[in-house]
């Protein structure tokens, strides 16, 4: 039964002004409506129940006939809905909760960045920072969102569609728009938005030196130079915001090559002093036979 839809008659005898908007009890001020508090019948959590289907009585909470079937209804303020919703129907951290427009599904980005609500995991399966808030953000701040994003990024980075990894690009960000608007999915918890995520930010680092030649030439004929991350830093910014990468994956990833090159130049060490052991004993045993 839709929200305000019409109902059937309610059983004889029944109040005609039981269900209508009053003063809730203990806050005069405040409005209530009756609604469903258990999905049954076909009904949903949070439907306005008609006036003339609620049974007189005491107290908030009834028994009601509804769609020929006993049905719990409760009284709930109009001012808190939002919470005794989301009491009566806790979300699985992975989904928002879904909302329409004229029928369809659709939820605004900044509703759903607004919405954001990063759960900790202790068996995440992925190593290093989590990005995904981070990007969903950073989208937010662009005009446009995910659907724009693309456009923006290959005006400043002066990419063509042929180029290594655009396409790419334009696939992952309209699988991030429509995984916001229309499945209204919680990106932040879901390990394969994760992925998606750093698949984006690996391609536009990989372009971003591209996009430091264009901002350097724009001003090499104004004073001094300065290169793309030293103009950002005089403004106390932490990075260009014309590149989508966290820098707190940076800063891994920086640590992860760090220990790569220092492993890998402590084995070449060992293969030197090995080799160079070898041939001082295949030198030595050469004097001996001599």
Aim: charge should be neutral.
């Amino acid at each position: 039964m839709a929200a305000g839809g019409a109902v059937p008659a309610g059983p004889a005898g029944v109040p005609a002004g039981a269900g209508a908007l009053q003063p809730f009890v203990g806050h005069p001020a405040l409005l209530a409506q009756w609604r469903v508090a258990a999905s049954e019948a076909g009904l949903e959590v949070g439907e306005v129940v008609a006036p003339g289907l609620v049974p007189a009585g005491t107290g908030s909470k009834r028994i009601a006939m509804v769609n020929g079937c006993e049905t719990f209804i409760e009284l709930v303020s109009d001012d808190g809905l939002k919470a005794w919703i989301e009491k009566r129907l806790p979300l699985d951290v992975r989904i928002q909760r879904i909302k329409t427009r004229h029928g369809a599904r659709c939820r605004e980005r900044r509703e759903g960045c607004e919405e954001l609500r990063e759960e900790t995991f202790t068996d995440y399966p992925l190593t290093g920072p989590r990005t995904s808030s981070w990007c969903m953000k950073y989208l937010n701040r662009q005009p446009g969102g995910a659907a724009d994003r693309h456009a923006l990024w290959r005006q400043g980075s002066k990419v063509s569609p042929s180029d290594w990894g655009v396409a790419e690009h334009e696939t992952l960000l309209e699988a991030v728009k429509l995984a916001m608007s229309y499945d209204q999915l919680e990106l932040a918890n879901l390990a394969c938005f994760e992925i998606l995520f750093r698949r984006l930010q690996t391609i536009e680092y990989c372009y971003q030196d591209r996009s430091r030649e264009l901002s350097n030439s724009q001003h090499q004929r104004f004073g001094p130079k300065l290169a793309l991350e030293e103009q950002p830093a005089f403004m106390g910014v932490t990075r260009n915001e014309m590149v989508m990468i966290d820098p707190q994956l940076l800063a891994h990833i920086k640590s992860h090559v760090k220990e790569d090159a220092e492993l890998s130049k402590n084995l070449r060490l060992a293969r030197e002093e090995r080799a160079a052991a070898l041939k001082h004993k295949g030198k030595a045993d050469k004097d001996l036979k001599e």
